[in-house]
């Protein structure tokens, strides 16, 4: 497997939820699944059913977090080139067409949230403003039609 690029914040999340799973999510499913046999015959029983399917679910999620932790290559931006847009940049952009200012910080896919300012180095935009510097503008196609920035300032 590749090794996948997290931001030390990135790291540090996952590795929470991954313990949270394993201490707190996995015990509680146990338990809904022994009360649910308990309940007497399986084949009817919706708790049972549900608990077991959440347990297929969290046992799964703690395998592809596991997994993904283990190929993990954490990066520290603040020890990285602050002229150009790298990994674990912090951007500020303009959007020509409408003069809106908007801020991002490029992370991995893994890590990527728009919500929340973080946009992946896989995305259209992330693929478009890696290398570039203040001044740079940049084109790209979104499924509304194309769309220009300019690169502001990388903090």
Do not use: W
């Not at 001044?135 to 499924?143: I, K, R, T, Y």
Request: charged share 35%; glycine share 8%.
């Amino acid at each position: 497997m590749d090794r996948i690029p997290f931001t030390r914040q990135g790291y540090e999340n996952m590795k929470s939820e991954l313990v949270r799973l394993k201490t707190v999510e996995r015990p509680q499913t146990l338990t809904q699944l022994a009360e649910a046999r308990e309940h007497g015959d399986l084949s009817e029983n919706a708790e049972y059913d549900a608990a077991k399917e959440r347990q297929a679910f969290i046992e799964g999620r703690i395998n592809d977090l596991a997994d993904k932790l283990a190929n993990a290559d954490v990066i520290e931006p603040e020890a990285l080139d602050k002229d150009k847009i790298t990994f674990g940049s912090r951007v500020v952009l303009e959007n020509i067409d409408t003069g809106e200012e908007v801020s991002y910080q490029l992370v991995g896919p893994e890590e990527s949230d728009i919500d929340h300012g973080l946009i992946s180095i896989k995305s259209p935009l992330g693929t478009a403003i890696l290398g570039k510097k203040p001044g740079d503008e940049v084109v790209l196609e979104a499924p509304g039609g194309k769309r220009s920035y300019e690169i502001l300032e990388i903090l």
